[in-house]
């Protein structure tokens, strides 16, 4: 039995609501149950110094989240003057998990930022964060295409994550953060939306898994993906 | 005439959501028009180093603004790896206004941290950050007494700022970013629930300003700020 | 009484001697009482890189204090590896008070460095860099002017700040620091040789201050800034 | 075919040289083919503050790479002032790696730090370092048996990792660096001596990957992983 | 002939004037020609917790330089968040100088750190800092002994310093700015009072030295420190 | 008698094994008895921007030490996130005792930077990585003649340095880790080929040194040097 009572294969309940803030171009806050993060992603007229001139956009993402965010407040990092390793891991996932769902020359030589803050945490985050900062990013280019700047919106495929993992020897979906203190082991999977396979990572936390959990694993994940493209489709339509 | 329409004296729309998030001990997201700010309060139960055994408590502030809460994305302060100037005296106000208003004798040898994040920026930050602040903090020191921790709640006066300024040649109140970026002057009041004064930065940003200017400003802040803690009280009583 | 013995109104001694050192542009060491400071004003042939082309100059300040200028050692900056929240918002203030008195046009595309340096503190150490930092700063332009690179001085009005506040439930003039340590109330004023507002800090350090007691405070204030822009008359006339 | 004329299924050469440095508890230079990394063990009579009197032993590791070890010159991270995300995200997996071969509890409560430091890289460094720093430790904590610290060795998994990608569309296993830089699929897979899996890490770097390839993928790596656990076996008895 | 008209054996004119500021424990201004270098000495009653319980006392420097000491304005090393190389490499040599001339046993377990700033260079600084910082500290240990906490001045040695070099060709005493531009070679010696050497640090800046030429430079160093010491002497004693 | 065994004017046995590392442009790795150093040269196309258009080469050095190449584990400095003192003045070391051998116009505007690694450390290792640092410079230089882009080898002066000093009452040549630590007084000494002197820096541990001690030391050094060129020049002709 998991503590929110959810069946093994079952979200939590996801809202994305999107135009958050004003002022980004593309913009929303993602709810998957207790886990909130808004995304905005900012537009700017050229890529990083090493990589001009070669045609090519640029997607990246930066993760944060509020200090009380958490159970027990944690140092603001721009207090401690420096990134986590935590954070830097993170954030460098978010961009490589995005720019897998973007054509980069259809972009051309702009560069989109996504910051994913977290303003309340439940276990997930970073998934969440991918799959809010797709809507967010997708917005953003949409807007250059209704400007009249991009032909097609180069954000030429959904990208989604959720994570899973052994809890209480069972594999399940989505883990809140009841359940990812004490799974066993936990994984994070990270798809397009034609279910090709953009990361994978599955991480031992006390005991070793066998290529049969890690198998039972991605097909909770994939099943569960399938439901947050869902969602972000409908989020985009509106 | 003001870009928004409203009166010289006139406030933006207020409105204080408290119960923001589920893990701060108190908190409230103040929205004042386009300005959005969520504020937390954390307790801890002890005071930091350089103060133990003097038998006081102490309130301190942090202050963040999200890279897109602003029309073009701010470098996150994190990945700069330092606090602006600007953000320092931010948070240095608001750590000492919120301190006016607290009995330290009777809150104990206790901590709370207010930490007030920008959600969204349309000038005024700041004392949006004091205004909601308060509430959070308030709420926290409430939820002490309510567990039997405190007898009374230690957040003696209400504390509320607002700003002003001199804008096209008129003093006007509560200046939003069209007004701010074009001011004259700008002054930022933060006043108690029975009207003390608890700081004023009056500040020229090209002509000086003269005493009667000055006193015209602080008039309309006096008035402004009944209005912010008659919602403080309606945020509260809720 | 005052500890010092002064009046109500006094002032502590002033002096300010120009030339204190033989390589900057301008340069002197005022002394205001026992608080000392060495100011200098570097020119540089052009403007920060977000400026340029611009048409217009910029005055930027430094603040320091030598680790020992204080009662007991403080940690040197430098190897702490970062400027305090204070000293930020202390040359904050004193750049912003010295560009007031500035005519940019007239400056031309150049910088004016001006560094104050605390050899000695008792109290009002902003202030008195504000005071001496302008004699600096004019000297400086000046220099220019003499060498035929502009024609009159820039530097078009005079700038001059000074303490004030409540201690011992008296308004007084100008703190020394055993004053400044007790006072309920603490007001830094800066304004124009022609009377002009350019700051008013007050901020209440107990208990909260009146209307009435801040215009008593602006009174002390702009009566000892007439005394003080006659000393800075003084000093650039020799 | 591959630039090193292997077979799709062949490690590069490896070499693991123990005794390395005179002064650590343990130590190795592992090489790969021409990727050499020198790893040493230290030992310490305490845990890390935040796990004191919990009877858990700890087991950390670091990473670097000496400035040389590649094709152009990196920058020295110590004169950048800051690690890269990139060496923090490889030493905590090298931590959490080695920590799921230790039997905590039997360790008692010590320290061991694992440092790897990269003489010379030629792809797969952090797969070396897995397995070179297994070497390490197991040597250090075999020196606490010997010395009668403790009664069997804590190190009680072999823990070793390689890594595997798809290079110009075929399946391989170890990539050098000039497979790695033009490689579709990475992935870095650790595995115990008993087959058990510890992390796997599956990143697409154009194309995304399915789960038919990423089945390939782990088959390499096991097969890659067990002649790891050999050399290791075959250092360690020397 | 020298810049200054100086002969090759003479000294710059030199002053120590004690007493240069109110809260040090001890202090001097020291002038060596045009460089003016403010030194305090302050005590605190413990040592560094590395060297807790060992009986003995330390003595350590800092050094700084305000950023227009110099002919072209440079950046505060407070601003640039670190401390350079050069002034690391001169503050160890101060500490380990004056520690030379100190009784560690005598003195107790107290710190004694001499912060030497200069006020303006024109060559020598480090030099002009261990003379001047001597004399700070021996006032500092001389109020310990007034105050009837220790027995005796642990300061039991004079310690001094001066530069030398070859310029022009020719070996000459106490380089000014014009001449250690320009030198060869440039050599720093560190003497105790009763001509025991401290530190001898020769350097070549272009051409090599001989030591015909370390000779003949060790030989003016001793006859310059001789007349510090005397210099010293007759400020100590006033 | 030395702890070794060695006679007082005995160098540690010496080995300098070059092509150490196969990307580095020359490299080697010295041995001084149990002191190892990685020394590897990397050449740039252009020197520092403060140095363009001069027609001069520039040579620069970094020096680094493995976290356990000692007794005991010292922190990473990149961990620690910044450089410390003595690591800064090794370097600055290294690099002005390399450009000393060097003809930096022949050079022509290009940069070589000799990085030092310390693998293992048993005393001496900044005069082994002078020593070390010049063969892989030299073999750099060299690959700029064999590849036609200079004439001939710029690396015009052999340049080499040992360690000396006072230890149980005796000077001695070449102190390893057991001598330096108890040593009376301690001296390095970089010379070139020719016999010229580059730098000499003694320095008093607690007794001082008189002129006979210091002139006996650079008996030692010299002679100990020209062993150290002659063994560079075994080296570089293999």
């Given at each position: 039995m998991r503590p929110s009572g959810r069946a093994r294969d079952a979200l939590r309940p996801i809202s994305i609501e999107t135009g958050a803030t004003k002022h980004a171009e593309g913009s929303c806050l993602i709810r998957m149950g207790d886990t909130h993060v808004l995304c905005t992603a900012s537009v700017e007229g050229r890529t990083p110094p090493w990589m001009r001139n070669s045609g090519l956009g640029w997607v990246t993402a930066e993760y944060g989240m509020l200090p009380r965010a958490t159970h027990t407040r944690n140092r603001r990092e721009a207090s401690a003057g420096k990134i986590t390793g935590r954070t830097q891991e993170i954030q460098r996932l978010i961009g490589r998990s995005l720019r897998a769902g973007t054509d980069r020359v259809a972009m051309g030589e702009r560069q989109i930022t996504v910051d994913c803050d977290v303003l309340?945490?439940?276990?997930g985050t970073r998934c969440a964060s991918i799959t809010g900062g797709w809507v967010a990013l997708w917005l953003a280019a949409q807007k250059l295409v209704d400007a009249g700047e991009?032909?097609?919106?180069?954000?030429?495929e959904h990208v989604a994550a959720v994570s899973c993992g052994v809890y209480a020897g069972q594999t399940v979906l989505d883990l809140d953060y009841a359940e990812d203190s004490e799974a066993g082991t936990d994984a994070n999977v990270v798809m397009t939306g034609?279910?090709?396979?953009?990361e994978v990572q599955g991480s031992a936390e006390g005991a070793t898994f066998s290529r049969d959990e890690l198998n039972a694993l991605l097909d909770l994940a994939s099943a569960g993906i399938a439901q947050l493209v869902a969602a972000q489709k409908e989020a985009i339509s509106r």
């Open positions: 309340q945490a439940d276990g991009l032909k097609e919106n180069p954000i030429s034609s279910g090709g396979m953009v």
